[in-house]
């Protein structure tokens, strides 16, 4: 992919990610994510649009209100620049329509899902649900014929998942499984890595707490899975087909 559409993709991002703040901060509290507009949260002055330039307006703020000075979190340029990083990366390592839209369709849902989850221990079913819809639409406009293997994947992740979360209802939510079936929807036979990646990393906290805190409080100690799912799909985004065709490769 030329460079040029790259940095496009990464100027584009950043906007993206803006907005990405907007969700993960204003959709669990119930409040709208149009209006009103950005406000400092020590004075409640709204934000003036050349201080909300993503990233840029932050650093030359040194972090802070214009008009009082109240500490603004670093989160908010980290993931305007984290988001920029990922809609670059799927452009660049994608190289046909249908794989860039459904891996920007991912991206873009995974960012707040994480923020969310590791606040709330909560994953919206508003973003799930739109970004499931957004995937099917793109497989059926721009790859019809990946269609079946989008809804097998998403039906088959999901479905795993589904028979965890009613086997052990604390370990797993009905979140999770639909973050799965998103991922299948956007990442096909990729979803396969993906999966193993997130429960490999889950186990591995998982066993770094237990040995931190005790057996007994390890276990007693709430992880969300989310972000250890996103984690396994950003993997599975750069090298889940790779992944899958070395092993087809080698056993099959």
Known sequence: MPAAVVGAAAVFGLLIGSFLNVVAYRLPRGESLVAPGSRCPGCGKPVRFYDNIPVLSWLILRGRCRDCGTHISARYPLVEAATAVLYALVVAIRDDAASIALGLILVTALVPIVLVDLERRLIPNLITGP????????????????????????????????????????????GDVKLVGLMGLCLGRAVVPAILIGLLAGVVVGAVIIARLGARAGRKTAIPFGPFLALGALAALVAGDALIDSYSDSFL
């Open 131 to 174: 970004a499931a819809v957004a995937a099917l639409v793109a497989g059926v406009a721009l790859d019809l014929d990946g269609v079946p293997e989008q809804l097998i994947a998403g039906a088959a992740g999901g479905g795993f998942f589904l028979l965890a979360a009613l086997a052990v209802p604390r370990g797993m939510g009905m």
